[in-house]
């Protein structure tokens, strides 16, 4: 009984068959998938960034600033929201900025080109849901998240803050067009 | 002898100030349950977009308060209640110093009261795991860490019973599997508790405004450092209870105590690591750093419960095999107890948590994998799954032993209990499965409005309508199955048939 003590000697009883079957199937498959999530990280090559820097919240926020002024090509509006929209050259490195309620600003990329988007939020955590891919990533203020991406698809993203960060959390809506 | 009676049932000599300590926690817990799973039914009417009740304020509101009430208050009141009937009441022993017992209840209760009030005052709409630097006010973390340490306490009382009854010889041999279990169930929850309590404290004096904000990441590494590694409290709590309920429903023995009890001290050892699942697709820490993290260590805490998948209904197989019930393969499983709530509760627990809850887990804890299902409804589907249909279903099906043979009533309304633990867990399944069938389409988790306010309009596959419409209607179903489990909780208290002492 599982409720009442053991008499000794418990420690001493031999395991059946179907047990010792049981346990090394679950063993051997414990293993397997802690062997395959690491392979899978070289094999696959689907991994999430690994490159990222310490950046205080004011110097990035300069730096994308700095980025959108020099490679904007328009502006957008929706609802209350205004966004520039910023054409940067392919291969270039682009700003993606997160602040309470607001994906800044609209990028236009390539589809083919690669750019290296620098991930960050100026003020509480937000999260990067690229949609409809559905591809996450977070973004975290204080921390400068490069993501090396090539767009393959012409089409306009959704990107959906999935980080909870305040009152108008699921207003905030931004987008990648690509083209 | 005036401080014990005699159970009539068990003929267990039972603490009476341990009684009572595990009536007033068991009753508080269920209080916290009644009060998360109104505000669950007002969620998930919200979250089912063709209803869309609550405005964005308040579903933040509630949801913050839902994850605290539940996943905090319902499940660690409930487990203090049954770290003490683990100890004093199996052990025939005395509770070892029921005024600390006492404290653990004021803190928590205090510390628990303040934090709730704090979210409905609206001083902190952070959700429960108010990652820095999104502000609330400093009670709230007060008020955790007041928790924390109130748990801490009755883990404290947990161990010292153990010894009391080893030094008053009060029984022979080993401890039960349950009260192993409890116990390794406890030493998790000191570990992780105080590191709980230890992170909130540098929060709570930036909140005052005293020191400045912690780094974001490194709030997140510490917060599920503890935050998950506390999860497998109720995941160790779960399979005690588990063993439990398999003996006092048929009867059953565990298969081989050496297995059952090797596979609890993995438990201890690896999967407090395990949790920088959370952090993933973070910056800040390297692949290899989480890939360790998330793999090595914590597949051999799944091996831990691969082995408790087997060992549970392995007893229940040969305990019902004794009984009589040896036709073809099945036939033990087609006689087995299903009117009993215990025995269903204990079932679908397991089937809830193994098939739908860990498995999942491990997918979505995988490094690639995890970019598809970081922060989208998978994750509220996957603990669901994980944390409701298993550990508080079981704990319900417990609940169904613990009203006679502690509060000593007959469970009142026996029929709505036969159905209650079906009411409750299959539409609980239903929910989780296609809450992350919606998840997989890109539908974030927390979010009041997917559709936005007002700016950029987003379109979604029309599988999502399809899974929110279903995820709506049987999370609705599965409230009603709660509700029925707080009115036969409370029924039994106060109309329930007093078993006489003999
Ligand atoms: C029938 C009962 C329940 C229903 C209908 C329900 C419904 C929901 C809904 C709709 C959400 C919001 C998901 C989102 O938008 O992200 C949620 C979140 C959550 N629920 Fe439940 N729930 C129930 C029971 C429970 C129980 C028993 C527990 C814990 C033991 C629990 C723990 C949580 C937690 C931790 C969250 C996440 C809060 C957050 O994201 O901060 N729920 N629930
Ligand atoms: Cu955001
Ligand atoms: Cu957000």
Partial sequence: ?179 | MSDFRTCSITGLKVHLPAEKLIKINAVTAIVFLLVGGILGLLLVLTRWQAVHLLPPEFFYRFLTLHGIAMLVAWIIFWEMAALYLTSAILLNSRLAVPWVGWLQYLLMLVGGGLVAVIILLGGADVMFTSYVPLKADPLYYLGIILFAVGAILGCVVFFATLVVAKTEGTYSGSLPLVTYGAAAAAIIAIITLSHGAIVFIPTLLWSAGLIPPMDAEVYRLIFWGFGHSSQQINVCTMVAVWYMLGTLTVGSTPVNEKVCRTAFVLYILFINIASEHHILVDPGFSAAHKSWNTSYFMHLAVLASMIHAFSVPAALEVALRKKGYTRGTFEWLKKAPWGNPGFSALFLSLVGFGFLGGTTGVIFGTEQLNILSHNNLRIPGHFHATVVAGTTLAFMGATYYVLPLIFQREVAFPWLAKIQPYLFGIPIMVFSTFMMVAGGFGVSRRSADMYGSGGFSVEYSPIVDISLSIMGISGVVACLGGAAFCVIAVATLIIGKKIEAK
């Fill in chain 1, 1 to 179: 009984m599982s409720i009442t003590p053991v008499p000794p000697g418990w420690w001493k009883m031999p395991l059946h068959k179907e047990e010792k079957i049981w346990i090394s199937i679950a063993l051997i498959w414990c293993i397997a998938i802690t062997i395959a999530m690491p392979a899978w990280h070289f094999v696959g090559q689907q991994n999430s960034s690994q490159e990222y820097y310490t950046i205080s919240a004011e110097d990035y926020n300069t730096l994308a600033e700095d980025f959108m002024e020099k490679y904007k090509t328009g502006t957008e509006t929706a609802g209350d929201w205004e966004w520039d929209v910023v054409t940067p050259p392919p291969g270039s490195d682009i700003f993606l900025r997160g602040m309470q309620w607001k994906w800044d600003p609209i990028l236009k990329l390539k589809k083919g080109e690669t750019y290296r988007l620098h991930l960050s939020s100026i003020d509480v955590l937000h999260g990067l849901s690229i949609h409809p891919l559905n591809m996450n990533f977070e973004a975290v203020p204080g921390w400068d998240y490069v993501l090396t991406i090539t767009p393959t698809q012409a089409k306009e993203y959704r990107i959906i803050c999935n980080e909870f960060c305040g009152a108008d959390h699921h207003g905030m809506i931004g987008k990648i067009i690509v083209e």
